[in-house]
């Protein structure tokens, strides 16, 4: 700690920052609050493991709660274990093996009302953010999702400002609907928001809406006892506008066959209503692997009164910004697989950004695939990138990138991989992809197409350091990723394509620690820091 160090505004006096064995100085260390609390931020970041200090003295009690409170502004609950009982078997029996982690604290059900009652009640813990992640395979959601109503929140519904994955442990309570209502940010939306709460116009800074909600319009539209025009008006109205929206589509947006093209025309309609309607300005598309629906019963009698509807067009639109996400894509990884074995075979993923940018109008496109991904590695990147650049580009001219950015964002698997294969790690130049070396270029078709002089390709315009990301893996142990950001140009088509690549910054530090020569040499050389190498020497 610095001399001239400030404790939320008090400057700690020099003579206590000294080494002693002065009894006296040591006691006014442990008479100041602030101290104390600056001392435990340096040394957890999580007070619930420091407990015990509470017994201490006073003083430290105060600032340990005070530091538990800010810790808790935001809350994260994910399911820690697998229960051995089916969600079918009575609820009543007792599992040991349930528990959930509630930021990095490890709770069993059993313990987790008391555990809540004591940052509520003993902490006085605020919360201004909830999310449930992971949670489907907890034998009692419904006592998560009880004690984060009653005993977490309480009375201080109204502070909640963020409020995300409640859907996973709740069908549609009115407390979850109340809350939901007023958030700033909030999604998964349930079905009853639109009954209990969004009777007046509301601004939401960001909304989540699952195929869950997708399905239900559909089948109320398919109702021929209710107007097109009252669903609508029920459903995606003018009283709710928010500046960003996530759609998480599954089954009913393509990745399962059973959905016929009737179904999903009505779907994208009933999207850009959305999109219209709700005024939003960013949308992000996060294709994923949802709990699919039983549409067993009655299906033929569906599509056929889907096949009779009519939408007037929307209006012309254009989003700030589009994201895909392919995080847990089972079509990325089935066709991925393929592509790696067969590069020169083209696949139905090929037309996925162009297409996008059809049914959404925007210039500024991300397309993000998962963190630590299995399939790519730094030895096989080059295929990946040739990969997104066919599908980027149908032609060297092709209308979906002309006076387009796209970005590309890249986690291939990491740490895993030299921690496997450490004694016989080798840097393999002739996988390092040429368009991340500095002036190469990457032409759109043969080489012998292009004109001499022509500006018909990209080129490598610029190398920058973007900020770190970061995940959270098993244990919610966080994992870092440093990154940078490799500019393309194509300057007769005014397209800008920005692949974005991460590395575990784990698996860099022992990659320049065993190869420190590489740090001259390859793609591998711009992620190369000084301070890679403040660990081991």
Not at 200 to 228: C, G, K, Y
Not at 241 to 258: A, F, H, Q, V, W
Not at 493 to 506: K, P, Q, S, V
Request: proline content about 4%; glycine content about 4%.
């Amino acid at each position: 700690m610095l001399l001239n160090s400030f404790v939320y505004g008090y400057q700690i006096p020099e003579i206590l920052m000294k080494p002693t064995d002065n009894v006296e100085l040591i006691s006014k260390v442990f008479e100041n609050v602030k101290i104390l609390e600056k001392i435990l931020e340096n040394v957890s970041t999580d007070a619930m493991g420091k407990l015990d200090l509470r017994l201490v003295n006073k003083n430290i009690n105060i600032a340990l709660l005070r530091r538990i409170r800010q810790e808790h502004r935001d809350v994260l609950i994910r399911g820690a274990s697998d229960c051995r009982f089916d969600l079918e078997q009575d609820a009543k029996q007792n599992c040991p093996d349930c528990s959930v982690f509630i930021n990095p604290q490890r709770v069993t059900m059993e313990k987790l009302e008391d555990y809540f009652r004591f940052l509520k009640e003993i902490a006085g813990v605020k919360v201004r953010r909830v999310g449930v992640e992971d949670v489907a395979k907890i034998c009692d959601q419904r006592e998560i999702h009880d004690r984060v109503i009653n005993s977490l929140i309480g009375n201080d519904d109204q502070l909640v400002e963020e409020f995300f994955g409640m859907n996973d442990i709740c069908s549609g309570s009115d407390e979850c609907g109340i809350i939901g209502g007023r958030c700033r940010k909030y999604g998964p939306i349930q079905e009853n928001i639109f009954d209990i709460t969004l009777k007046t116009p509301h601004h939401f800074e960001h909304l989540e809406v699952s195929d869950t909600l997708l399905h239900r319009i559909v089948l109320s539209l398919a109702d021929s006892s209710q107007s097109n025009l009252a669903v609508i008006d029920k459903y995606i109205n003018s009283r709710i506008s928010c500046d960003s929206l996530t759609l998480m589509p599954s089954i009913l947006l393509g990745t399962r066959k059973s959905w016929i093209p009737c179904q999903l025309q009505v779907m994208r309609q009933i999207v850009e209503l959305i999109v219209v309607k709700w005024n939003v300005k960013n949308l992000r598309i996060e294709f994923g692997e949802l709990p699919e629906l039983d549409l067993s019963s009655g299906d033929l009698d569906l599509n056929q009164k889907l096949i009779g509807l009519e939408f007037e067009s929307v209006a012309n639109y254009s989003l700030e910004n589009l994201d895909i996400c392919l995080e847990f894509s089972e079509l990325l990884a089935d066709e991925m697989e393929q592509y790696l074995k067969s590069p020169e075979e083209p696949s139905p993923i090929d037309g996925l950004i162009s297409n996008v940018q059809k049914i959404f109008s925007t210039k500024f496109l991300t397309l993000e695939l998962p963190k630590a991904y299995i399939l790519m590695t730094p030895f096989n990147l080059n295929k990946f990138i040739g990969k997104f650049m066919r599908m980027i580009e149908s032609s060297p001219s092709s209308p979906t990138i002309r006076n387009s950015k796209i970005t590309v964002k890249l986690y291939p698997m990491s740490s895993q991989l030299i921690s496997r294969t450490a004694p016989v790690f080798n840097y393999r130049t002739q996988n390092v992809p040429e368009i991340l070396n500095s002036g190469a270029r990457l032409v759109s078709g043969p080489i012998d197409q292009i004109q001499k002089n022509s500006k018909d390709y990209f080129h490598l315009k610029d190398i920058v350091s973007i900020p770190d990301d970061r995940s959270i893996g098993y244990r919610t142990q966080v994992h870092i990723w440093k990154g940078r950001r490799f500019c393309l140009e194509h300057e007769m088509a005014n397209c800008t394509i920005d692949f974005e690549i991460y590395f575990e910054i784990e698996f860099l530090e022992k990659f320049f620690r065993k190869r420190p020569d590489v740090k001259g040499a390859g793609f591998l050389r711009h992620f190369w820091t000084p301070e890679l190498l403040v660990k081991h020497f």
